[in-house]
């Protein structure tokens, strides 16, 4: 029969070290477990009533966002398990602990567009939010030279059933590498830098029109804790960078795979009237500069140029091809 | 212990010091709000928020480039 310390020597199985609790993923995880909130306790009437009186523009412009958000955090929540099991793999405790957090407040934003959708727009079911779908093959480069992925519905199942497959091969260096690939995908390309401006635009355009303050103060609770999602990935891929340079590569690797959805405003980010979609532009240039000075790796120029660059945008509304 | 943070918006550059975690969170917020129409988020502030060389001195902001 095993013995006790046989399973596993008693010293390890304390795993939350001093060392850990004064470090910086450690405080990511107090600080989530004292920004607690619920969607359920925000009053949805106001917004009910502002969606009365909104024009069928305002709506357009506003539910089409709302919509691929609902849908969006639904996926992240759905496919951020990678990342624990392989943090869980690595024997970084204060990871897992963190990613525990993560993964709980992917499934409150979930239930805060749901009841957003349901109690303000009297939307419930999956058919009727489909409905406001903008399709991502309506956008299109018209001189060419940049396509349109989907990062979060192909990008993240591809790069967490590596992240997986590495995970179930116990080799630490395949493990680091997917999880540098997965990290930087989810975290500060897609929530750090895509996703950015359509917070913005959400927020500016409610305060602007004076309307739904449920939506807003939503996407002011998100913000906060996705400033702790965006940074929990940027510093784990840090770490694992600075401990094999190697990984920054494929840092850019996984950024440049879906460089054209940087280059431009995408579909849904382009319903809203009378937004200046260049300051949004700006924007992104900013929030990649400083995702890069996170992870401490060198920025792409060409991508910044490119991001700033008038003379590349999309035009939607037409079949690709 | 006094904190600086730089801005990366393309052609700013700007410093911002302040005395402490939540002066340089608001000061930030200041800059990017009046400079650009923008905000930073408080993590990512405190992430690359370096310590300033002169403890408590008063918030100020300089264009570097």
Not at chain 1, 38 to 48: A, N, V
Not at chain 1, 60 to 85: N, S
Request: hydrophobic content about 40%; glycine content about 6%.
């Amino acid at each position: 029969m095993t013995t006790f310390p046989e399973i596993r020597p008693v010293e390890s199985r304390f795993r939350l070290t001093p060392e850990l609790a004064a470090g910086a993923i450690y405080r990511k995880y107090e600080k989530a477990s004292r920004k607690v909130w619920d969607p359920k306790q925000l009053d949805y009437e106001q917004d009910r009533a502002d969606w009365e009186r909104m024009t069928d523009a305002q709506r357009e412009g506003i539910v089409t966002i709302t919509v691929r958000f609902e849908a969006g955090e639904q996926e992240v929540t759905d496919e951020l398990l990678p990342m624990l099991a392989a943090a869980h793999a690595l024997g970084r405790f204060d990871w897992v602990m963190f990613i525990a957090t993560f993964l709980l407040e992917e499934a409150r934003h979930s239930e805060f567009f749901c009841l957003w959708h349901e109690r303000a727009l009297g939307l419930s079911s999956p058919e009727e939010k489909a409905r406001y779908w903008p399709l991502r093959e309506h956008t299109v480069d018209p001189q060419g030279r940049f396509t349109v992925g989907e990062p979060v519905y192909e990008g993240l199942p591809k790069y967490g059933q590596k992240l997986t497959a590495a995970v179930q091969s116990g080799e630490e260096t395949a493990i680091e590498a997917a999880f540098v690939q997965f990290a930087t995908l989810y975290c500060a390309w897609v929530e750090g830098v895509l996703t950015m401006p359509s917070y913005e635009i959400v927020i500016d355009t409610t305060e602007m029109w004076d309307v739904l303050p449920a939506l807003r103060l939503g996407f002011k609770n998100i913000l906060g804790d996705e400033g702790r999602h965006i940074t929990f990935g940027t510093e784990a891929t840090r770490v694992l960078i600075e401990k094999d340079p190697g990984y920054e590569a494929l840092a850019h690797e996984v950024m440049d795979e879906y460089r054209g959805n940087a280059v431009g405003m995408l579909e849904y980010q382009r319903n809203v009237p009378g937004l200046d979609l260049d300051k949004y532009q700006r924007q992104k240039a900013r929030h990649y500069l400083n995702r890069c000075r996170e992870m401490r790796i060198t920025p792409d120029q060409r991508l910044v140029d490119e991001i700033l660059d008038p003379d590349i945008d999309f035009v939607v509304g037409v079949e690709a091809g | 212990m006094a904190k600086s943070w730089q801005c990366l918006d393309v052609g700013c550059g700007a410093v911002v010091s302040a005395g402490s975690d939540d002066e340089l969170v608001k000061a930030v917020n200041a800059h990017v709000r009046e400079a650009h129409g923008s905000y930073e988020l408080e993590e990512m502030i405190l992430a690359v928020a370096e310590d300033a060389p002169d403890e408590g001195e008063p918030i100020r902001e300089e264009a570097t480039r």
